[in-house]
């Protein structure tokens, strides 16, 4: 395979129950992952700067190094829960080239001397599931793996898929954040250390094993390097899961799947942990760390929902929050209690009811945009897990970028473009089989 | 070396807004809006960790916790 070339991931995806072990191997050479040298793979994974493709990017050679140096028999899970509706990156990835995952997970159980391996996939993904149930008798038959990889349905829910969670969900418990530390690479499943991966990141690390550090790095950005999936979603007029050079410019990606950035009423980055970008400065990023670290976005778990022209930024907001806010786990008082009140508040000014409240009128603390300003302060860091973070986090953005817009609906109440359909797909909503990319 | 004082850190799991370490420890937990105390993770004052200890005790759910600073191993450093 050329190392310019994309796509990388997707080369061979067979849409129509995923590509078997014979095309597979026949695409991506015989390389089997018991032959790998588990220091030479650690060292290629860290030279090629692959970093976790789950939303967080922390460096993966590092996550295996410290996994394999315990006392401890480590554990390897592969996460392909993928509890943000938005993202279809990991489901597609996992029904479509299901070995090249499995491949990753051999190699990681490789490198970090695993005695076990799970394979967490989302319970509402069943031609992944499906997929994967047969890729796994495949390699059975053929005896391709040193460790049986257990599938594992994870429930759906938003947390459900946070690292804690699957221990949890694995120890025999539900799918809710434990309090950390311990940290799951400490002690995770059954007490032993377990290293946790995206399925993209795996994905990635079988192709490294292949073809090396160099030519991962053959495309994307020397900070950020290699390809990456995303979800394109929203006023595009072909939505759908995407592999892209690392670096590529947010326009470019948006105006091939058919949309156009300046006709635009922002982008979603991220996924609804994410950041809002108004148009502007849509057209200036590229979609690596560097770029989008300056605007204060990252490219998270790869959804790039772009917001028609015609919809309402406020609106969407709320929304997302509101559905954001049903999905705590309930463990938390700072994220039950203030993710509620954030979402409360933030719909008395989308539909009028905080109607003439700010402003210098009254009290400081009646002007219900100051108080959730404070609230995302405040609330920030306060669970056992990343969930309000990643909430507030979006609040924070969409008052940022949509300042005006808040203002106004303070001010006048609802706009005319209130009342349309939510352009993302929220569960709750009814919105992920009409969304479904 | 003297180690460095203990940090507070609250268990958000555990903590059913009680209240109590705010009463014991009010300079160095303040509520929120809904009962639920913040902390800052800097280390404690000297002379407070012993009111800290007791907040940490009196917890009904024992989700104050107070932990270790980055003492030990600033001394494991320091006699290399």
Known sequence: ??????????????????????????????????????????AEVERAGLRGRGG??????TKLAVVGHGRRRPVVVANGSEGEPASAKDATLLAQVPHLVLDGLALAVVATGAGSAHLCVAAGAPAARDALAAALAERAAAGRDAVAAELVAVPDGYVSGEESALVHLLNGGRAVPTAVPPRPFE?????????????????????????GADWHRAIGTPHDPGSALVTLRGAVARPGVREIALGTSLESLVAHGGGELARSRGVLLGGYFGTWLDPTEARRVTLDAESLRTRG?????????????????????????????????????????????????????????????????????????????????????????????????LVASALKTFDADFEDHLRNGPCGACARPSSFPLPQFGGALEAAA | MRSEPPRLRVDPIACT????????????????????????????????????????AACPTLALKLEAGAGARATTRSTR
């Open chain 1, 1 to 42: 395979m050329s190392a310019a070339a994309l796509p990388r991931l997707l080369a061979g995806a067979d849409p129509h129950g995923g590509a078997t072990l014979r095309a597979h191997l026949d695409r991506h050479g015989l390389a089997a992952p018991t032959e790998v040298d588990p220091k030479w793979l650690v």
């Open chain 1, 56 to 61: 967080a990017a922390f460096p993966t050679a």
């Open chain 1, 187 to 211: 002690r995770g499943v059954g007490g032993r250390p377990t290293l946790i991966q995206n399925v993209e990141t795996l994905a990635h690390v079988a192709l490294i094993a292949r073809h």
């Open chain 1, 297 to 393: 976005a990252s490219l998270g778990c790869g959804v790039v929902a772009v917001l028609p022209a015609d919809a309402c930024p406020v609106a969407e907001t709320v929304r997302i929050v509101r559905w954001l806010a049903g999905e705590s786990a309930g463990q938390c008082g700072p994220c039950v209690f203030g993710l509620a009140a954030i979402a409360d508040a933030l719909e008395q000014v989308a539909d009028g009811r905080a109607r003439g409240r700010g402003f210098g009128r009254g009290r400081r603390g009646d002007d219900p945009l100051a108080r959730v300003r404070r609230w995302c302060g405040e609330v920030a860091g306060r669970g056992a897990c990343r969930h309000p973070d990643g909430a507030v986090r």
């Open chain 2, 17 to 56: 807004a009680h209240g109590l370490c705010a009463e014991l420890l009010p300079e160095r937990v303040r509520l929120d809006d809904w009962g639920y105390p913040i902390v800052d993770g800097a280390p404690l004052e000297p002379e407070l960790v012993a009111h800290a200890r007791r907040a940490a």
